[in-house]
């Protein structure tokens, strides 16, 4: 079946008539096409930050799961997943399948030893991370460093991770680090890393070297921000003093970078998935302008991720509105149609 979608494509706005030739959009009438929808197009939304296939931490993959999971973030209008760091290494037919999204992913997380969650990842001693790094990100492009962990624990040192940054380039990758203390993130930005994940804590006088070397920053304010409400009514310990200091900020640091040029990509963490509408909220709730918001989710991330929009030649992935999402955020949550590898996979009613 031919797919059509006609209407104004984000993010200029120039009104288009797209028809899915196999899994690329072209312009070129094909007879026969089946009209998806028209209206506002966004050329696919992106989950950036996302760990499917476990139903809680240090759980192995789950294919079941992982397929259910996946299914969640195509209901929401999710057309490609960043995973920096999975239970497992996922089976053949992630990102692959018709009825998934495509994906990009670090395989297994990397830590230092005594951090980050037991039966997930793997932890080595420092001068083992960047031949692990850079072996890993020639298997998928990406590997995943856990920078940080618990209050009191060491960060992995300036040098390490410069180290991993070198072997990873050097082998054609790129390097995505999990950071929540101040120590992590300056570690991270000072190395060149190529995102910046959570980002709690983050000095912000970091965020002018992070735009100038193209270090982008996976907030996933969301999940930081319903954490915070938690955490609020918790005891009082180092651990709750620890986190209440960076999530209570946490919004007005995403602004900033935002404001300071910094690529802010739009993710949403763990469970539950298919969450993308609400990081977006949440984005524009922190005083990310919509246009910018709806961006980090999707034709943003997607340039970063290496796919291209709404024009003949790229994948065909679109999500279409009956209004400007920009203008009215509520139409996120409701779209006419999701169109995945050129395939029309969701329809309202």
Do not use: N
């Not at 920078?147 to 300036?158: E, F, H, I, K, L």
């Not at 539950?272 to 990081?279: K, L, N, Q, T, Y």
Request: charged share 20%.
């Amino acid at each position: 079946m031919i797919t059509r979608i006609r209407g104004y494509a984000l993010p200029s706005g120039e009104y288009v008539d797209l028809y899915a030739d196999g899994d690329r959009w072209t312009t070129d009438p094909v007879a026969g096409a089946t009209p998806a929808g028209e209206g506002w197009l966004v050329p696919g939304l992106v989950d950036a930050h996302t760990h499917p296939g476990a139903a809680r931490p240090g759980q192995p993959m789950d294919a079941e799961l992982l397929r259910e999971q996946l299914h969640q973030h195509v209901d929401a209008g999710v057309t490609l997943i960043r995973s920096p760091g999975l239970p497992g290494e996922p089976p053949p037919w992630f990102g692959e399948d018709p009825d998934v999204p495509r994906a990009r992913h670090a395989g297994p997380w990397l830590a230092q030893h005594g951090q980050f969650f037991d039966g997930w990842g793997r932890r080595a001693d420092h001068d083992e991370l960047p031949a692990l790094a850079a072996a890993q990100a020639a298997r998928t492009g990406w590997a995943k460093i856990i920078a940080d962990w618990r209050v009191g624990d060491s960060a992995v040192p300036v040098d390490v991770l410069r180290a991993v940054v070198r072997e990873v380039h050097a082998a054609g990758g790129r390097v995505a680090v999990h950071s929540q203390h101040p120590e992590g993130g300056a570690a991270a930005v000072a190395a060149g890393v190529d995102s910046l994940e959570h980002g709690l804590c983050l000095d912000p006088g970091l965020l002018a070297r992070m735009a100038a070397q193209g270090t982008a920053l996976t907030p996933t304010l969301s999940t930081i921000t319903d954490s915070l409400r938690r955490r609020e009514q918790q005891p009082d310990s180092p651990a709750r003093t620890w986190y209440l200091s960076g999530a209570r900020v946490h919004a007005a640091l995403t602004a900033a970078a935002a404001e300071a040029g910094v690529r802010v990509l739009a993710g949403t963490d763990s469970l539950p998935h298919g969450g993308i509408v609400a990081e977006i909220r949440a984005l524009v709730a922190a005083g990310v302008r919509p246009h910018d918001a709806l961006a980090a989710a999707s034709w943003t991330a997607r340039e970063y991720l290496g796919l291209r929009g709404l024009e003949p030649g790229a994948p065909a992935d679109a999500v279409v509105y009956d209004r400007d999402p920009r203008a009215d955020l509520d139409r996120l949550a409701d779209p006419v149609a999701v169109v995945l590898r050129g395939r029309c996979v969701r329809r309202r009613g």
